[in-house]
């Protein structure tokens, strides 16, 4: 039986899709695919994760203090739960992020299996979605880290890539070999003229003890600087706040920067599950665009 810890990322801005996306109602929180905002289709994805015997918790969400009540209500809306919001009180990056839901979690007494996702994403096929993540939670169990990769359509060059084992099929779990920088336009048609790499959706599955321990080990200036914040918190209800000056104090970077480009080759050995879900970021006007329903204009 696997315990399964939902964790969202709720902290981007999505300046680029201004101005319906602004500081104050940024774009996770909109419906720009449906009657669900971006934030309640990920957590609606999440909350179905679990198999016969799992047991799937309540998300834990990260976000800014002054999207608190508007995340809570969504959530109510969607008719899910809250474990717990962690309100940053200035932006650190996913990294700190990460952090604080592994430390809120172990501090129940367990080890869950964290799968994480930004608040931001749109899937036009749940079931295969659901799939995948299934896969990647297996390998998460047995101590894994698991990241989700996009088979790619198109020579991108927006995405960080990941470089996978060569033999990888739609659900297997391979190696990663690499990470790769978001490329120009001929060395991102290479990539696809090559195969074997994908695009970092940015979604990851492994346990909580095994993001912290791997921290320590390849940044420990954020695990120590985390873990002090995280000491100096508040909680109000389900609202738990760090310590401000403290995580002010914390170094910004990404869940990639400091963790995952280092794991392979590492103690830390990192797989990758291929994700062909109808995948979107949402990051710009024209990728709305392309998931949205249009007629023979192509309005």
Request: aromatic share 8%; proline share 6%; hydrophobic share 40%.
């Given at each position: 039986?696997?315990?399964?810890?939902?964790?969202?990322?709720?902290?981007?801005?999505?300046?680029?899709?201004?101005?319906?996306?602004?500081?104050?109602?940024?774009?996770?929180?909109?419906?720009?695919?449906?009657?669900?905002?971006?934030?309640?289709?990920?957590?609606?994805?999440?909350?179905?994760?679990?198999?016969?015997?799992?047991?799937?918790?309540?998300?834990?969400?990260?976000?800014?203090e002054d999207h608190r009540f508007l995340a809570q209500e969504q959530l109510r809306e969607a008719g899910i739960g809250l474990a717990a919001a962690l309100l940053e009180?200035?932006?650190?990056?996913?990294?700190?992020?990460?952090?604080?839901?592994?430390?809120?979690?172990?501090?129940?007494?367990?080890?869950?299996?964290?799968v994480v996702t930004p608040a931001d994403q749109t899937v036009t096929d749940p079931k295969a979605f659901t799939l995948a993540m299934h896969q990647a939670i297996k390998?998460?169990?047995?101590?894994?880290?698991?990241?989700?990769?996009?088979?790619?359509?198109?020579?991108?060059?927006?995405?960080?890539?990941?470089?996978?084992?060569?033999?990888?099929?739609?659900?297997?779990?391979?190696?990663?070999?690499?990470?790769?920088?978001?490329?120009?336009?001929?060395?991102?048609?290479?990539?696809?003229?090559?195969?074997?790499?994908?695009?970092?959706?940015?979604?990851?599955?492994?346990?909580?003890?095994?993001?912290?321990?791997?921290?320590?080990?390849?940044?420990?200036?954020?695990?120590?600087?985390?873990?002090?914040?995280?000491?100096?918190?508040t909680s109000d209800a389900k609202f738990v706040r760090p310590g401000k000056e403290e995580f002010a104090a914390v170094p910004s970077e990404s869940i990639d920067y400091?963790?995952?480009?280092?794991?392979?080759?590492?103690?830390?050995?990192?797989?990758?599950?291929?994700?062909?879900?109808?995948?979107?970021?949402?990051?710009?006007?024209?990728?709305?665009?392309?998931?949205?329903?249009?007629?023979?204009?192509?309005?």
């Amino acid at each position: 039986m696997a315990r399964i810890q939902p964790v969202i990322l709720c902290g981007g801005s999505g300046t680029r899709l201004w101005p319906l996306s602004r500081s104050g109602f940024p774009k996770q929180f909109l419906s720009l695919t449906g009657d669900d905002s971006l934030f309640q289709q990920a957590a609606k994805r999440l909350s179905v994760l679990g198999e016969q015997g799992d047991l799937v918790s309540e998300p834990i969400i990260i976000c800014h203090e002054d999207h608190r009540f508007l995340a809570q209500e969504q959530l109510r809306e969607a008719g899910i739960g809250l474990a717990a919001a962690l309100l940053e009180p200035v932006g650190r990056n996913t990294a700190p992020a990460l952090t604080l839901a592994a430390l809120h979690a172990m501090e129940q007494g367990q080890d869950p299996i964290l799968v994480v996702t930004p608040a931001d994403q749109t899937v036009t096929d749940p079931k295969a979605f659901t799939l995948a993540m299934h896969q990647a939670i297996k390998s998460a169990e047995a101590g894994g880290i698991v990241i989700l990769g996009i088979q790619p359509d198109r020579p991108e060059t927006g995405y960080g890539y990941i470089k996978a084992i060569s033999g990888v099929t739609r659900g297997a779990v391979s190696q990663v070999e690499k990470f790769v920088e978001k490329p120009d336009s001929k060395t991102a048609q290479h990539y696809l003229a090559e195969g074997g790499y994908y695009w970092n959706a940015g979604m990851f599955v492994l346990k909580a003890s095994v993001w912290l321990k791997a921290l320590k080990e390849f940044r420990l200036d954020i695990a120590n600087a985390t873990q002090a914040a995280w000491q100096s918190k508040t909680s109000d209800a389900k609202f738990v706040r760090p310590g401000k000056e403290e995580f002010a104090a914390v170094p910004s970077e990404s869940i990639d920067y400091a963790v995952m480009e280092y794991c392979p080759g590492s103690p830390f050995p990192i797989h990758m599950v291929a994700l062909d879900a109808g995948w979107s970021d949402l990051g710009a006007w024209d990728a709305v665009w392309g998931v949205l329903p249009k007629d023979a204009q192509g309005n």
